[in-house]
Nanobody, 123 residues
Framework: QVQLVESGGDLVQPGGSLRLSCAASGFTFSSYVMSWVRQAPGKGLEWVSDINSGGGSTYYADSVKGRFTISRDNAKNTVYLQMNSLKPEDTAVYYC????????????????WGQGTQVTVSS
C-alpha cells in the first residue's frame, strides 16, 4: 500500500528551525517529483516546494525562498524540508505529496499525499 508519513512538526518560536521528514513506501519513490504543501488554519492548500526525482532541481514558493530547503534521499525513500527563520505565518499542517506529469494536461499532478504534520510557530 502507498504510504507517505510526515514527521518532525512541532511548536517552535519565531526565528527557530525545524526539519520535516516524509517517509515513502509502496511506490517507486525515485520516479516521482516530491512536494511539500501546507495548509494554514482557515486557508486552502499552499504549495511550498518541489524537488525533482533525482534531487538535482528544487523550487520554492516566494514566501519561503531563502529560508526553507527541500532535499531527498532516494536510497531511504525520504524527502525532507529544512525550515529556518520560521515565522508565525508558517504555522500550518505540512503535507508531503508525490507528483507525476499528467498525460492530458502536461502538468504535474499530486498522486499521493501524507497525513500531514503540524508546525506551529509562536511565542
Amino acid at each position: 500500500q502507498v504510504q507517505l508519513v510526515e514527521s518532525g512538526g512541532d511548536l517552535v518560536q519565531p526565528g527557530g528551525s525545524l526539519r520535516l521528514s516524509c517517509a515513502a513506501s509502496g511506490f517507486t519513490f525515485s520516479s516521482y517529483v516530491m512536494s511539500w504543501v501546507r495548509q494554514a488554519p482557515g486557508k486552502g492548500l499552499e504549495w511550498v516546494s518541489d524537488i525533482n526525482s533525482g534531487g538535482g532541481s528544487t523550487y520554492y514558493a516566494d514566501s519561503v525562498k531563502g529560508r526553507f530547503t527541500i532535499s531527498r534521499d532516494n536510497a531511504k525513500n525520504t524527502v525532507y524540508l529544512q525550515m529556518n527563520s520560521l515565522k508565525p505565518e508558517d504555522t500550518a499542517v505540512y503535507y508531503c505529496a508525490a507528483a507525476t506529469l499528467g498525460i492530458a494536461t502536461m502538468r504535474y499532478e499530486y498522486d499521493y499525499w501524507g497525513q500531514g504534520t503540524q508546525v506551529t510557530v509562536s511565542s
